[in-house]
């Protein structure tokens, strides 16, 4: 598809640089503007949306929901036995419970393995469990970078029960950024230099504006694969 870089003023700085794809696609869940439908990355500047944004995927409605509903009944039972965490080991998240499963009911494998087919390649050596997180309407993820030793340079995660916006910002330079639209039943893909160089945040509910938007923030529950370190 045809990507089209677009200006516009945006309160984070000056000039905000649009990653647009010609297509329609269904309202989501927050009932956001067409605008929003079309536009899942915006960054602080061409070319770094350009560059970086080549490494990030955002692919809205990759499940239905059918297929979320189905994985939230293989999550809810041992998810509601934990208690919501405000602090983390590494003072990553506040706000969260979550899991780590190696074993699926088969429709839910289904889904995984169309998840790991379109953000891995081929015979890619995967981290075998997958990791769960069940973030609080109150609760956010801070600014951080997965340690290489737990993972390779590949992160996919689905996006269930609520839209919200996850922003990535270069280590060093900190006026360089993109923010990505996480619409319900999404599916994010960072790769390789986005994942190694920018720090990676999900932003506090009343903080969640994606280019002007307010895009409101519920209780959600990414589902998260990894590759293995190289």
Not at 97 to 122: D, G
Not at 133 to 159: N, Q
Request: hydrophobic content about 35%; some cysteine.
């Amino acid at each position: 598809m045809k990507l089209l870089l677009t200006t516009l003023k945006h309160t984070r700085n000056p000039a905000v640089y649009l990653c647009r794809r010609r297509r329609s696609s269904p309202r989501s869940s927050s009932g956001l503007p067409s605008l929003q439908d079309d536009v899942r990355l915006v960054g602080s500047s061409p070319e770094l949306v350009q560059t970086v944004g080549s490494q990030v995927e955002v692919r809205p409605g990759f499940i239905t929901e059918e297929e979320e509903a189905v994985l939230l009944q293989e999550l809810e039972p041992g998810l509601r036995k934990k208690r919501y965490e405000f602090d983390h080991w590494d003072d990553a998240i506040h706000g969260y419970r979550e899991t780590e499963r190696l074993r699926w009911a088969p429709p839910c494998e289904e889904i995984l393995n169309r998840v790991r087919s379109v953000a891995f390649p081929r015979g890619s050596p995967l981290l075998g469990p997958v990791h769960v997180l069940d973030l609080d309407k109150a609760g956010y993820i801070k600014p951080h970078v997965d340690s290489v030793k737990f993972c390779g340079s590949t992160i996919a995660g689905l996006s269930l029960l609520s839209d919200s916006i996850m922003r990535l910002v270069k280590e060093n330079e900190p006026s360089e950024w993109l923010d990505l639209l996480l619409t319900r039943r999404s599916l994010y893909i960072l790769r390789d230099q986005a994942r190694y160089d920018f720090t990676h945040e999900v932003l506090k509910d009343e903080e969640s504006v994606f280019n002007g938007h307010r895009v409101p923030r519920q209780r959600r529950i990414s589902v998260i694969c990894r590759n293995l370190p190289g």
